[in-house]
């Protein structure tokens, strides 16, 4: 059912409520990723019921990922075929059986699968929630409701990491089993995405969907522009091949997968699977429950404030700083492992102070990305690939950490964390463009090379990055 149009008042606030109920399944996402910090140790405990070993723990803690490529590759039938709403609905169907089941396992192998489950709907929910908000969303606010994303996905980690400390994996599990529910209770009532319908050929209905999203009446002459930028984007093949051999694709391609290689290379998914670990490793003043929890407040707080600034200072000046400060911090903290100081609080420091700055743009701006960047015509095949290649990275990266950390200590990939938000300045400087203010048109405009007159521009727009940047430090230190 769909909002009746006498409610259509209130413009941007539909919007909004789009954004809060769709991403309650990625609210539930981040609690299943985040499992494995509190809930491993309760497992691999000597007196578990369910006793877990070493290996098998950090299998459970990637396993989502697996499944997540799966979910991702199954958006690429749906989202074009059955819309994009249909496509979040069904998200919290696996989330809520996942919940189910690690709250009733008494095997591993149930553990595992439940796993998988949950991982197949955040493949699915992560292709089509970024898709369907950039597509609702008008361009002054579409950075804020694209970040929502990442956002979420931190608050669901904060939640399962102050229930999981807390409370049975049982009754944890009972509890988040909440979120998807809320999901499939209060989605039902958004409207479908304008720019779906308009590709099914139902401009009445993108019409009235406009008049929703918008707060007017008059939305003929939006209506008429979608429509006839729809129908340019889809005169490629809008086949798989074409984010290979089309330039715009191409490029856009290589920028979100670039900036999800970098975001996975900081460590961020790793810390989050491991945090009480690390907390526990260090010996910090806090206990590992607290410290991990003090962690993913400060993640939240932080991605909101990237979600409410990054609309007025551009997404590159917010990376910029991101990338610099999140590699400091990292450094520090390698160096705290490496010469084993016997200052209990440097660790907590240094890591609030990646998460922080880490918050402020690689958190959100890469997600934000996966909807701005792509044509309509490829973007299911874009995000189910841009998925994919993020869960294999992450997989990657997270047993790299626990490997690497049990072998030859921590420190190890903590440089390896840092050196690798070095590279990630260098891709940002040389290969992201600003979004903030476009319309989805004028970013695909861009990306084929028609808005550029010249390469000057690039040294231009590189002067004006480290001028906000310069104003954005001196805002901050005032």
Known sequence: MILDLKWARGGRVYQYLAMLTGTLCIVS????????????????????????TNEEGSWLAVMPLFGASIGSLFSIVTLDRIGRKKAILLCGIPSFAAWIMVATADTVTTL???????????????????????????????GFLGSSCATALILGMLLISVVGSYASITCAAL???????LLLVTFPWMPESPYYLIMRGREADAARSLRIFRGTFDVDDELRRLSAAIKIQNLDTGKFLDLFTVKGSRRAGIIAMGMQTIQQCSGMMAIAFYAHTIFESAG????????????????????????????????????????????????????????????????????????????????????????????TNVKAFALSLSDVHFNLVAILVSKFFQAVKDSYGMHIPFFAFSAS??????????????????TLEEIQDELRGRARADDSRQVETLRKIVAETIDICNNVQK
């Open 112 to 142: 595992m699968f439940a796993r998988i489950v949950a991982g197949f709907g955040d493949g699915l929910s992560f292709c089509a929630i970024p898709m369907y908000l950039n597509e609702i969303a008008d361009p002054e606010v579409r």
């Open 29 to 52: 996402s981040g609690m299943h990723y985040g499992w494995s910090s509190p809930s491993l140790p309760q497992l691999q405990h000597p007196n578990s019921t369910l006793p877990v």
């Open 284 to 375: 910090s003043a806090f206990s590992p429950v607290t410290a991990a929890i003090i962690y993913f407040t400060l993640q939240v707080v932080f991605s909101v404030v990237s979600s409410m600034i990054m609309d007025r200072t551009g997404r590159r000046p917010l990376l910029v700083i991101s990338i610099v400060g999140a590699g400091l911090s990292l450094f520090v903290e390698g160096l705290y492992f490496y010469l084993k100081c016997d200052y209990p609080y440097v660790p907590v420091l240094a890591l609030i102070a990646f998460v922080v700055h880490f918050s402020l743009g690689l958190q959100t701006i890469p997600t934000l990305l996966l909807g701005e960047l792509f044509s």
């Open 175 to 181: 509890v988040c089993s909440v979120a998807p529910l």
């Open 421 to 438: 938000c070095v590279a990630g300045l260098v891709f940002v400087l040389r290969y992201v463009p600003e979004t903030k203010g476009k």
